[in-house]
């Protein structure tokens, strides 16, 4: 594919995701999306990767998730490929776009999520990246409005889920997500660049924690 038809694509995938995720209400908006986009883009310039394919992953990453699909992890990849079909990418690019989409997603506390590729590992970091700090704070309660879940029960412990089923049905209060992934992130980033900012953002979330409880308590 030519530098031109690549820009077009881009572009063209850029209106089909916005169009698509614009106003969504529970933190997998469109600016989650661009935020993701721009981040990977700042992390792959530090590797060697395809920029191209990180792009594009990025853009594709939550068109049809799983968390608003029953659980079906299929329709990701399924949806992104007709789309990148329909644009002419070549197969072998769409077959590791698909890969990436498949592989990203947590899947539990005790669950690997190792990705294939340099351009899966730099999609992945970015994207958890923006499950952490301020920004992941606000989306985790978000999401947690969204699923009718309580913002905190004391009397409810954290589970660390051994199998992505198990997490998948999670119905918990969102200071429990907190423990069974947000914290967990930090020590799971793929690059030199994700891990360097997700140190910074994970202080972030244990400050405001710390204040959550002393509220909750009453102490300040
Ligand atoms: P992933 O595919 O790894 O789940 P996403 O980009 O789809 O990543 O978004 C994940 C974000 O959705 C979380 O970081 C959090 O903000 C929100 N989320 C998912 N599950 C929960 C939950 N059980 N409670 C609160 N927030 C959640
Ligand atoms: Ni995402």
Redesign the pocket.
Known sequence: MSDLLKTETIKNTEVFVREKLEGEGS??DWW?IHRVRNMALSIAKQEKADLFVVELAALLH?IA?H?FHNGDETIGPKVAGEWLTSENVESNIIIHIQEIIKD???KGANVATPMKTIEGKIVQDA?RLD?IGAI?VA??FA??GHKN?ELHNPEIEPTPHDTFETYKK?TGP?VN?FYE??FLLKDRMNTKAGRRIAEARHEYMKDFLERFYAEWDGTV
Do not use: Q, V
């Open positions: 933190g997998h989650h939550d998730d968390k990203l997603s947590f994207d499950a992941g989306r985790a999401y947690g879940r999670n969102t997500h992934k947000l």
